[in-house]
């Protein structure tokens, strides 16, 4: 299989991933998307691996999955208080701290 | 010993202006009792002095070493002399009787211990400056004295024009103290020591190009503290002090410290001919518009400021005849120490009686309310104007005679000096003392308390022995010749000739000043329709408009014009810099706009540019 298809199947993710990120209000999308973008670079790094036949993207990918896991859990809790307070999980709402 | 001289009225000063009003009941007592103290101890180092033989007459005394830099060594130093020691009695002996007479005087200020303070400091800093053995510690009594005056001149500081007239003083002096100090720098850096002894043994190396500037900086010293030409304009209006500071400051001790200065710089003089013409002719200059204020004055201490003005004027061109004058120069002085003090005191007492009214067309006929105040003044008066056998005919007959020896125009200076003496001081008598009685309402004139009266005598005695004293019984010329040199002037014209001529020209002044003011009524008010020569005498010859027209307004423009520099160009500038700054953060501020999605599509851009540079860079 040629390896040019896994990066640009991690090119299109990275891609949707952002533009989610940008277009999109909802905080819960947002954070999705944000996901979709790490395991776009995820793909791209553990394809290269395989590639080359060496460790160190396959390496690299879990570090990226083990930072992903704690965002998870930091974003969620603030987007879940940010949702208490407010009523909303739009993102546009909450930019209180601005000069 | 010659510590203690300074140190007595010091500590006087100290504790009196430390002391506050605890002191204030027997304040007085301690300042008269401090300034004779050191009297007495003056008088004792004198008759020591005298009783040694010439060579060892004088003595210094090393305190310590002041200032230690590398070759810079500065001595706190005291030296007693022939010079000094005539000074320390004059300055302590007037000093105490002005004490005195200053009880009587200031009985009923408020703030009278302050002034004895201030008079006690001024008598320890004037010790300082006759004491001292080098240039720079001179300078520190110098600047002693200047202080002193400034706060006497403005002891009535909730008068207006006595707040300015102290000012004026203070700032007129400067001009003067920046001659001192330059005078000082270059003799270091030509001679390498400013002491006495060092100047005075190397002065020869000095090129003649250096010892004339360094002859004319303290020339310029002298005339700011001495009221000399251009710098006379302060005397008038330092008359706003209370009269006993205008007796002792500004007519016997402080203005006459630059006579004093350049006879003990003779050294330097000696070697310049340019410095000492440019010192004789500010004398005869200073001598002759000091008089021509002193005609058209009506007020009695204007008047006799104008005359001290001009009897300094006398000793300057005195001391800028060199070896030959040194020695009369310093004889006037001490005379008209004693005389001018006395007419000081003398007008003080007649101001006493009158309110302190100082108009002298408001007095007339108090011979006769006054008579201790009327006598001392009289022999305080023909003691000024040169009658023999009084203290001031034999000091200004000197000066003329050595005056002619050297220059035929100088001489005629002073002798027409002399003549114009007469007529004033003949006019201040004949307006204050006899005519008619010309008294404002509910003014009662009256002598005097004792107090007051005593010191007039004694000086009145000093007006009228003093001279005699001095030249026959003390031999002054011999006295200080050691210290500042003599020579016998070579004169084609004599004593016994000059002598009549003088007197001849002394008494046609003073018939000429009774014909006008003693024969005919002085009107009360003073008329306007009168020469210009007189309106210029009254207005101290527009010395003052002089300095405002060429020092002050352009001085002013000058500030005014940096001020706008400063606060549009400089300002603007500085200003422009911090709003233009401060615009730009305020602009920039308004991306931090608090949408998170703002911020992540600036990220990706950022990524975006940087992934294409890299790109762009492998190409």
């Known amino acids: ?99 | 010993m010659i510590a203690a001289l300074i140190g007595l009225p010091l500590l006087g000063a100290t504790v009196l202006l430390l002391g506050g009003r605890r002191t204030n009941a027997w304040g007085h007592f301690l300042a008269v009792a401090m300034s004779a103290a050191s009297f007495v101890l003056g008088l004792f180092l004198f008759i020591q002095m005298a009783g040694k033989s010439e060579e060892e007459r004088e003595v210094g005394q090393h305190l310590f070493d002041w200032i230690s830099v590398g070759s810079f060594q500065v001595p706190f130093g005291l030296h007693l002399d022939q010079l000094s020691i005539v000074f320390v009695l004059l300055i302590t002996g007037v000093g105490t009787l002005i004490h005195v007479y200053s009880i009587g005087y200031m009985e009923h200020d408020p703030n009278r211990r302050k002034f004895f303070a201030y008079l006690n400091l001024f008598v320890a800093a004037m010790l300082l400056l006759v004491l001292a053995d080098n240039y720079f510690l001179l300078y520190v009594g110098w600047e002693g004295v200047g202080l002193a005056s400034y706060l006497l001149i403005s002891f009535y500081q909730q008068k207006p024009t006595a707040a300015a007239a102290g000012k004026k003083a203070f700032i007129v002096n400067r001009v003067g103290d920046v001659g001192l100090s330059l005078a000082i720098m270059l003799m270091f850096v030509t001679f390498g020591t400013v002491t006495f002894e060092g100047v005075d043994a190397a002065v020869a190396s000095g090129s003649s190009s250096t010892v004339t500037w360094i002859g004319l900086a303290l020339l310029l010293a002298a005339c700011g503290k001495s009221a000399q030409f251009p710098l006379q304009s302060w005397l008038l209006d330092a008359m706003e002090g209370p009269t006993p500071v205008s007796a002792l400051i500004h007519a016997a001790t402080m203005v006459t410290a630059g006579v004093y200065l350049i006879v003990r710089a003779h050294s330097i003089f000696d070697l310049s001919e340019a410095a000492r013409t440019a010192v004789v002719i500010v004398g005869a200059i200073t001598l002759l518009l000091g008089a021509f204020i002193g005609l058209a004055k009506d007020d009695i201490k204007k008047g006799l400021a104008g005359s001290t003005m001009s009897q300094i004027g006398y000793m300057v061109l005195a001391a800028g005849l060199g070896p030959v004058g040194y020695v009369f120069a310093i004889f006037h002085l001490l005379t008209h120490g004693m005389f001018k003090a006395g007419l000081f005191l003398g007008a003080g007492s007649v101001m006493h009686g009158m309110h302190d009214d100082v108009n002298m067309r408001h007095y007339g006929a108090l011979r006769t309310m006054m008579k201790v105040t009327y006598v001392t003044f009289g022999l305080g008066f023909l003691a000024i104007i040169g009658v023999p056998p009084f203290a001031g005919f034999w000091s200004k007959d000197e000066i003329i005679y050595v005056a002619f020896s050297q220059s035929f125009i100088i001489g005629m200076a002073t002798l027409l000096g002399a003549g114009v003496t007469a007529f004033y001081m003949t006019r201040m008598m004949a307006m204050t003392f006899f005519g008619e009685a010309r008294w404002q309402d509910d003014v009662h004139p009256h002598e005097s308390p004792a107090v007051m009266t005593i010191p007039m005598i004694v000086l009145a005695f000093g007006s009228v022995f003093g001279g005699v004293a001095m030249l026959f019984v003390g031999d002054i010329e011999h006295w200080l010749e050691p210290v500042t040199g003599y020579a016998k002037p070579e004169n084609s014209v004599s004593h016994s000739v000059l002598i009549p001529i003088t007197i001849a020209v002394v008494l046609a002044g003073a018939l000429f000043a009774w014909m006008r003011y003693g024969r005919r009524p002085v009107p009360v008010v003073a008329p306007t329709d009168v020469r210009f020569l007189t309106r210029a005498a009254r207005a101290d010859a527009y010395g003052d408009s002089l300095n405002e027209a060429v020092f002050m307004r352009p001085g002013q423009y000058l500030t005014r014009s940096l001020t706008w520099f400063d606060s549009k160009a400089i300002d603007g500038l500085v200003s422009g810099l911090a709003a233009s700054i401060g615009g730009l953060s305020a602009r920039g501020r308004r991306l931090q706009n608090g949408y998170a999605r703002s911020y992540a599509l600036t990220m990706l851009g950022g990524a975006v540019l940087i992934a294409l540079v890299l790109l762009l860079v492998r190409l």
């Open chain 1, 1 to 99: 299989m040629n390896p040019n298809n896994y990066l640009i199947l991690a090119a299109i993710l990275f891609t949707i991933g952002a533009y989610g990120v940008l277009v999109r209000r909802n905080a819960i999308i947002v954070f999705m998307s944000v996901e979709l973008m790490l395991n776009a670079a995820n793909l791209a790094f553990v394809a290269a691996a395989r590639n080359t036949g060496t460790l160190d993207g396959l390496v690299v990918a879990f570090f990226v999955m083990v930072v992903a896991a704690a965002e998870v859990v930091v974003g969620l809790a603030i987007i879940v208080t940010i949702f208490r307070t407010r009523r909303s999980a739009s993102i546009d709402e909450a930019s209180l701290m601005k000069y």
